[in-house]
């Protein structure tokens, strides 16, 4: 008997049959500013799920083990089941967002190198800056496994950005989540899509991610809708 454990921002997380597998369902719903903002659009979450299914599996094919097992459905997949680390790893490439206004720059500079953040994955306390000292005192993780996981996140930055690349876009920073299987491995989990991600045109700068919901720009299902097709078309290329 199926059973809905998890109604998220974006996602539902169903217990299957297996103990070890859950059923995700990605909603037609985006939100902003933590969840206070709640937006439906028709078709979202079938694009999202496009979107991540395909990166996941690129990521896989490339060495990176992640919690993604198949497709089910325009909207489902099959994950495996993990114990959720209740950080996010925030990778930024270029200065936009938060980062811009929290050290008054301007959007758009690349990053001499990449900034890595951690973040306390807590809605209530509106997901605050967590350093590595405080994660490992909580007993969130290891320093030995957030070594693990930020050495992930760093192969994903290097796969994603010459993949965006090709596609003709930036990636201009995203967010990881990792999560435990019952043996107690550390795998990549949750998604990839642009509604973790900025993504922008490489000749215009234009937003191709939920920034364009944020910020009123544009439809955001075209606007995932054309991320894939970008990003199918790479990949079919690379084969």
Known sequence: MEKLLYTGKAKQMWQTDDPEVLRVVYMDQATALNGKEKDHFAGKGEAANAISTLVFQY?????????????????EELVKKC????????????VAGHFASRYGLEEGSALKEPVE????KSDALDDPFINESAS??????????????????RKVNALLTDLCAKAGMRLVDFKLEFGRLSNGQIILADEFS????????????AHLDKDVYRRKLADLTTTYDEVFARLEKAIAEEQ
Request: glycine share 4%; net charge negative.
């Open 194 to 205: 642009p509604d973790n991600c900025r993504l922008w045109d490489l000749e215009t700068n």
């Open 136 to 153: 490992v005192a909580l007993g969130f993780a290891t320093h030995e496994e957030l070594a693990q996981m930020w050495g992930i996140c």
């Open 59 to 75: 990521l896989i094919d490339h060495g990176i083990t992640t919690h993604f097992i198949k497709k089910l459905s325009e909207n």
């Open 117 to 120: 953040e951690t973040f306390y």
């Open 83 to 94: 114990d959720m680390v209740p950080l996010e790893f925030v990778t930024r490439n270029v």
